[in-house]
C-alpha cells in the first residue's frame, strides 16, 4: 500500500536557525514528489516540486531515493515560515491507483523571534 | 484569475439535512478531488475524478457522493449529514500530466450539529 509518513507533527525552531522537514515514502517506482504549505487561514498551494529542482522561498528538497525521503530543508528560518507543511508523492501516468493522490498527515512548523 | 472556487466558505447545518458543497474551476483541468482536513489527521482523499463522469473513491467515502457532469465542477454530496462530518473540506484540481501539482480551492469549513 503507498503509504507517506511525516514523523514531525510539530516542529519549533527559533529565527535563524535550519529546519528540516521530513518525509518518507513507500510507493514502488519512482514517484513524482511535491511539498505543499498551507498558511494560517489560508488555502495549500504548491511549495515545490522534486523535478523542478527549485529552491523556493529558500526551501529546498533532496529525492534520496535508498532511503526513499523527501525531506524539506531550509538552512535560516523565518517568522514568516510559521506554517503546515504537507509531504505529497505521487504515482507518474495514468489508470488505477495513480489517481488516489496521499498526503502525510503533515508537520506543523512553529518559527519563534 | 486561475482558481478553484468552493463555496459556501462556512456551513453550519443540522444531523440528517441534505447539503450540497459546490467546487468550480476555470483552467480546464481533467482532475477533480475532494479532501478534508482534521487535526492530527491531516488531509485525507473523500472521491476524485479522472474526468466528466469518471468519480472512483478515496480514502474515506462513507457518507459522502459526488457527481462531475461538467469538467468544471464538482460539487461534494452529504445527504445525511453527521456531527462526524464535522470538518474542513477542501476541493482541489489538476491537469493529470507529469508533475502538474494540484490547485486548491479556499476551503469549507462545515459544522454539522
Known amino acids: 500500500a503507498q503509504r507517506v509518513t511525516q514523523p514531525e507533527k510539530l516542529l519549533s525552531v527559533f529565527k535563524g536557525a535550519p529546519v528540516e522537514l521530513k518525509c518518507n515514502y513507500s510507493y514502488s517506482g519512482s514517484p513524482e514528489l511535491f511539498w505543499y504549505v498551507q498558511y494560517s487561514r489560508q488555502r495549500l498551494q504548491l511549495l515545490l516540486r522534486?523535478?523542478s529542482r527549485e529552491s523556493i522561498k529558500g526551501f529546498t528538497a533532496d529525492l534520496n531515493k535508498g532511503e526513499t525521503s523527501f525531506h524539506l530543508k531550509k538552512p535560516f528560518a523565518q517568522e514568516e515560515d510559521s506554517a503546515m507543511y504537507y509531504c505529497?508523492?505521487?504515482?507518474?501516468?495514468?489508470?488505477?491507483?495513480?489517481?488516489?493522490?496521499?498526503f502525510g498527515k503533515g508537520t506543523l512548523l512553529t518559527v519563534n523571534p | 484569475e486561475a482558481q478553484v472556487t468552493q463555496n459556501p466558505r462556512y456551513l453550519i447545518t443540522v444531523t440528517g439535512k441534505k447539503l450540497t458543497v459546490t467546487c468550480s474551476q476555470n483552467?480546464?483541468?481533467?482532475?477533480m478531488s475532494w479532501y478534508r482536513q482534521d487535526p492530527g489527521l491531516g488531509l485525507r482523499q473523500i472521491y476524485y475524478?479522472?474526468?466528466?463522469?469518471?468519480?472512483d473513491k478515496g480514502d474515506v467515502p462513507e457518507g459522502y457522493k459526488v457527481s462531475r457532469k461538467e469538467k468544471r465542477n464538482f460539487p461534494l454530496i452529504l445527504e445525511s449529514p453527521s456531527p462526524n462530518q464535522t470538518s474542513l473540506y477542501f476541493c482541489?484540481?489538476?491537469?493529470?500530466?507529469?508533475?502538474?501539482?494540484?490547485?486548491f480551492g479556499n476551503g469549507t469549513r462545515l459544522t454539522v450539529t
Open positions: 505529497a508523492p505521487r504515482r507518474p501516468g495514468s489508470g488505477g491507483s495513480n489517481y488516489k493522490l496521499t
Open positions: 483552467m480546464n483541468h481533467e482532475y
Open positions: 522534486h523535478i
Open positions: 475524478s479522472m474526468n466528466v463522469e469518471v468519480t
Open positions: 482541489a484540481s489538476s491537469l493529470w500530466q507529469d508533475n502538474s501539482p494540484l490547485h
